[in-house]
Nanobody, 121 residues
Framework: QVQLVESGGGLVQPGGSLTLSCTAS????????IGWFRQAPGQEREFLAA???????TYYSDSVKGRFIISKDGAKTVHLQMNSLKSEETGVYYC???????????????WGQGTQVTVSS
């Protein structure tokens, strides 16, 4: 079972940028999909973006399309570049693995521990 670890969270001002990383302990197969989710306090996990690792096909939620970029880096890392961040995007950001291009959290089978992102002046 691949284990995932997120990094790169922190404090950023509204309108600023931050890049998160998701690193796997084992191999990510070409058929696997790595997704990023955000969970605000008291809310469910919200899908943000996903990438099919082999071909690099990407998918974004409407809320982040044009501002966030998901990419792979080598065999074990996926980045999420976040631009023009808004205060309401504060939350814990998780990466997770699925077997298909899914947007529902329940379809993801392995999760990282999350990294906190705070967007505030």
């Amino acid at each position: 079972q691949v284990q995932l670890v997120e990094s790169g969270g922190g404090l950023v001002q509204p309108g600023g940028s931050l890049t998160l990383s998701c690193t796997a302990s084992g191999r990510i197969y070409s058929s696997h999909v790595i997704g990023w989710f955000r969970q605000a306090p008291g809310q469910e996990r919200e899908f943000l973006a996903a990438i099919r690792f082999g071909v690099g096909r990407t998918y974004y939620s409407d809320s982040v399309k044009g501002r966030f970029i998901i990419s792979k880096d080598g065999a074990k890392t996926v980045h999420l570049q976040m631009n023009s961040l808004k205060s309401e995007e504060t939350g814990v950001y998780y990466c997770a693995r699925a077997n298909g291009l899914e947007t529902t959290a329940s379809q993801y089978v392995a999760w990282g521990q999350g990294t906190q992102v705070t967007v505030s002046s």
